[in-house]
Nanobody, 115 residues
Framework: QVQLVESGGGLVQAGGSLRLSCAASRTIFSLNAMGWYRQAPGKQRELVATIRSGGTTNYAASVKGRFTISRDNGKNTLDLQMNSLKPEDTAVYYC?????????WGQGTQVTVSS
């Protein structure tokens, strides 16, 4: 079992920055992958960025070059640095962790970008 707790969401103006953090309840070293997903009102949950245990990253085209995902195996945390935010980035952001057999989700944190 892995409990995930997100923090760092809030309200920011377009062009601004936010840093999301996800704290895991146990070591993340052995997790296959971790990631950030988001869900806007009336839309399906979508991938934002993922990072595998070896450090390989993957980004949605809409955030590439603006967002950076990172993981700290010593602190058991996953971060998402979001720069040049746009109103269309407004959503609930969820932390995700995957083992070989299970997928875990955090409760989500709201990010609102005003124009």
């Amino acid at each position: 079992q892995v409990q995930l707790v997100e923090s760092g969401g809030g309200l920011v103006q377009a062009g601004g920055s936010l840093r999301l953090s996800c704290a895991a309840s146990r070591t993340i070293f052995s997790l296959n992958a971790m990631g950030w997903y988001r869900q806007a009102p009336g839309k399906q949950r979508e991938l934002v960025a993922t990072i595998r245990s070896g450090g390989t990253t993957n980004y949605a085209a809409s955030v590439k070059g603006r967002f950076t995902i990172s993981r700290d195996n010593g602190k058991n945390t996953l971060d998402l640095q979001m720069n040049s935010l746009k109103p269309e980035d407004t959503a609930v952001y969820y932390c995700n962790a995957q083992t070989t057999y299970q997928v875990y989700w955090g409760q989500g944190t709201q990010v609102t970008v005003s124009s």
